[in-house]
């Protein structure tokens, strides 16, 4: 009898809110659990800690973040899955956490069956996570990861946790009607909160983390010795890989007098597309039109050296230089966008760059790089393969060079130098130079790229 009363009183909390008192007491309330760091897919065994938004004895409410960590491939922000005050930090800022092992311990504060069954559910969620995590380490895409340390609960279309549902059910909300913030639009608490009209439109605030750090200077006299981590620590990796690529290498310069007009032209459009129209995109889309007629650049050769795929989708690559080091991002399927959609993309990765907030998708399944050494400075380049990749291209910077035309006139030609390097077991001299013409023709003719696309 006395569970069945408890029932209906939580049934009364959930229909008016009025007798939340009558179980605030529960067992849940006041127990502390260990909040531990889920798999996060891609075999990823260890992060880096960089930045703590909380501190002992700070109150916490479900997805409020907690800490950023950094693993070899991506940045991630790591949420609370419970509402709660945190009693204990487990690791200090740039400290190594282990997957699987606690962040930190969090006094939960808790309404009766409804912290149980959010607890319960977190957990089985978590543990399906960790699954299919297993699973895409054994050769799914990298997407079926899921890229967040808290897991929410959806019905229908709608996601939300347990906690957040009822705070709809107290106030007669229909969740479909709230504009959700979270992942994938989950719905947070926030969310219901502003729709109610208790708090403000979400403002955009920068912090301080966000923007770049410093470089590290020495005392003189004095040694300091940093560990190797985030970004710095997998392309150290990547790049002794490439050393057992043999590369072999090709330049040339374009004359992009015609493609400088054409940028002039876009640029006044760009502000009202809601991005910038830089070169880049120009480059990125002459490049996939090239690698439709010579897609062998557009491949990998597996480990064994018995077979190469060709890739349908032109995923390329962008090396960027971020505070957290060289990364090198891509934008998915060039081949099926036009430039305004090649630019919003790469502003997206440029800016996520700075922040060091690229998301593992945003870093893997590349097909294809280039390098633009120009907006840093420098002519040609020595560019090193980005494996499983079988080619990359760096730019170097425009300049102004008399040149002469078809009537052997002076002219002012603004040039860029390429330096192309390919795998030579998968491409031979002749293809190289044959897909570099072609690029080259598109970006000297952009009335032709421009007929090109799709």
């Known amino acids: 009898m006395s569970s069945l009363i408890s029932r209906r009183l939580i049934g009364g909390v959930f229909r008016f809110g ?3 008192s009558l179980h605030s007491s529960s067992v849940w309330s006041g127990k502390v659990v260990q909040f531990k760091l ?27 973040n907690l800490c950023d960590v950094q693993s070899d491939k991506a940045s991630v922000t790591i949420t609370s899955r419970y509402d709660g005050v945190i009693k204990r930090l487990y690791y200090k800022v740039d400290d190594v956490a282990p997957v699987g092992k606690a962040l930190v311990d969090i006094e939960l504060e808790g309404e009766g069956e409804d912290s149980a069954e959010s607890a319960d559910d977190d957990k089985s969620a978590q543990s ?10 054994g050769g799914k895409s990298s997407d079926e990861h899921e890229t967040s340390s808290s897991f929410a609960l959806h019905s229908g279309k709608v996601l939300a946790t347990p906690a957040v549902r009822r705070i709809a059910m107290e106030n007669k909300i229909k969740l479909g009607e709230v504009s959700g913030s979270g992942k994938n639009g989950r719905v947070m608490k926030e969310d219901v909160l502003r729709f109610l009209g208790h708090i403000g439109p979400a403002e955009t605030t920068s912090k301080a983390s966000d923007q770049p750090r410093p470089a590290f200077t020495p005392l003189s006299g004095q040694d300091k010795t940093i560990p190797i981590r985030g970004y710095t620590r997998i392309m150290m990796k990547t790049m002794t890989q490439a050393n057992t690529i043999p590369h072999f290498g090709y330049n040339d310069e374009v004359v992009v007098n015609r493609l400088i007009d054409l940028r002039a032209q876009l640029k006044k459009l760009a502000s009202e597309k809601g991005t910038k129209m830089s070169y880049m995109p120009l480059f990125i889309k002459a490049a996939s039109l090239a690698l439709t007629q010579y897609p062998v650049l557009n491949a990998s050769l597996d480990s064994s050296l018995e077979n190469i795929t060709y890739k349908s989708a032109h995923n390329i690559c962008v090396a960027m230089d971020t505070p957290g080091g060289l990364v090198v991002p891509n934008i998915k399927h060039c081949e099926q966008r036009n430039l305004w959609e090649i630019a919003l993309e790469l502003n997206r990765l440029q800016e996520a760059g700075k922040r060091q907030q690229l998301d593992r998708n945003d870093l893997a399944d590349g ?12 002519t040609y380049a020595s560019p ?12 170097g910077k425009i300049e102004v060079h008399p040149r002469y035309d078809n009537h052997m006139q ?9 330096s192309w390097a390919a795998d030579h077991r998968v491409i031979d001299g002749a293809t190289m130079a044959r897909f570099s013409n072609l690029w080259k023709e598109y970006l000297e003719n952009p009335a032709l790229m421009i007929a090109e696309m799709r």
């Open 384 to 395: 090193v393969i980005f494996p499983p990749q079988v080619a990359i291209g760096a730019l």
């Open 410 to 418: 002076i002219y002012p030609a603004h040039i860029v130098k390429v």
């Open 18 to 20: 009025h007798l939340r």
């Open 38 to 64: 889920s798999d996060i897919g891609e075999g990823i065994a260890e992060v880096q800690l960089k930045e703590w938004h909380v501190k002992t004895g700070d109150r916490v409410s479900q997805f409020d």
């Open 128 to 137: 399906a996570a960790t699954d299919k995590s297993k699973k895409a380490d």
């Open 367 to 378: 097909t294809f790089t280039l390098s633009n050494i120009g907006a840093i400075g420098g």
